[in-house]
Nanobody
Framework: QVQLVESGGRLVQAGGSLRLSCSSS????????ISWFRQAPGKERTFIAA????????YYPDSMKGRFTISRDSAKNTVFLQIANLGPEDTAVYYC?????????????????WGQGTQVTVSS
């Protein structure tokens, strides 16, 4: 089992950038692939990016390529999501999820473990 905690969400102006963090205090974190999702009000949860347990492989659905960058610091038990050129359409709650398997499909729905989410609000 792994517990995830997201942080870094805040109110930002359009055009800015943001780095979100997904952390865990558990030692098992390093064995899991981590993915980021987001959910805007009234919309379905959307898959953004994934990184494998080693941090060497990443995956982005075609619709998310360009402004999102996922990375991993295993020494800190943390996965990051860098978002560039934020727009109002990026306003959402952002979640991370852990999965023993590394997902490489745009239809991925997430693993068994989820954090509570962190709110990102972009003002125009």
């Amino acid at each position: 089992q792994v517990q995830l905690v997201e942080s870094g969400g805040r109110l930002v102006q359009a055009g800015g950038s943001l780095r979100l963090s997904c952390s865990s205090s558990g030692r098992s974190f390093i064995r899991y692939a981590i993915s980021w999702f987001r959910q805007a009000p009234g919309k379905e949860r959307t898959f953004i990016a994934a990184i494998d347990a080693s941090g060497e492989s990443t995956y982005y659905p075609d619709s998310m390529k360009g402004r999102f960058t996922i990375s991993r610091d295993s020494a800190k038990n943390t996965v990051f999501l860098q978002i560039a050129n934020l727009g109002p359409e990026d306003t959402a709650v952002y979640y991370c999820s852990a999965d023993p398997q590394f997902p490489i499909t745009s239809g991925y729905l997430g693993g068994n473990y989820w954090g509570q989410g962190t709110q990102v609000t972009v003002s125009s």
